[in-house]
C-alpha cells in the first residue's frame, strides 16, 4: 500500500490534484488548478484542501469511489482502523456490519484524502 501517512496536509493535497489531472497554473493574480487536458479552471489552491476541508474532501472520495468503490472502503478501513485489521482479513470481507459502516463514515478528511489517493494512486498503477 502506497504510505501517505507521514505527508503533510499540502503534500497530500497536491498529490491529490495532481491524481485528478489537475495542474497549477496563474491567472496573473492567484494559483489555480485548472484541468491538464481542457484547461478548464477547477478551484483557487488556497481554497481546496482535500486533507483538512470535509467538503474538499468528499469530493476526492466520491472520484475514488467512480474508480473503484470496493477499494476505496478497504483503503479507508486500513486507515482509519490502522492495526486493529488486517489488510488480508479486510480482502476476503464479503460484507460489512453497519456498525463497522458507521464508524467508516466518521472519518476524519484526512483520513478520507488519505483513502482516496490510495485509491486513485492504485488505480493509475
Known sequence: MTQVKDMID??????LA???????????IRLL????????????????????????SL?????????D???YVWNLS?????DAVEPEDIDGWESINLEDIGDL??????ERAEAAYITLQGARE
Open 10 to 15: 499540502e503534500k497530500l493535497d497536491f498529490a
Open 18 to 28: 495532481e491524481q485528478l489531472g489537475w495542474v497549477n497554473a496563474w491567472d496573473g
Open 33 to 56: 488548478w485548472v484541468d491538464g487536458k481542457t484547461n478548464e479552471f477547477r478551484r483557487k489552491v488556497t481554497d481546496w484542501h482535500p486533507s483538512t476541508d470535509p467538503a474538499a
Open 59 to 67: 469530493e476526492v472520495q466520491t472520484k475514488a469511489i467512480e474508480v
Open 69 to 71: 468503490a470496493k477499494m
Open 78 to 82: 486500513i486507515v482509519k482502523w490502522k
Open 105 to 110: 463514515l466518521t472519518a476524519t478528511p484526512r
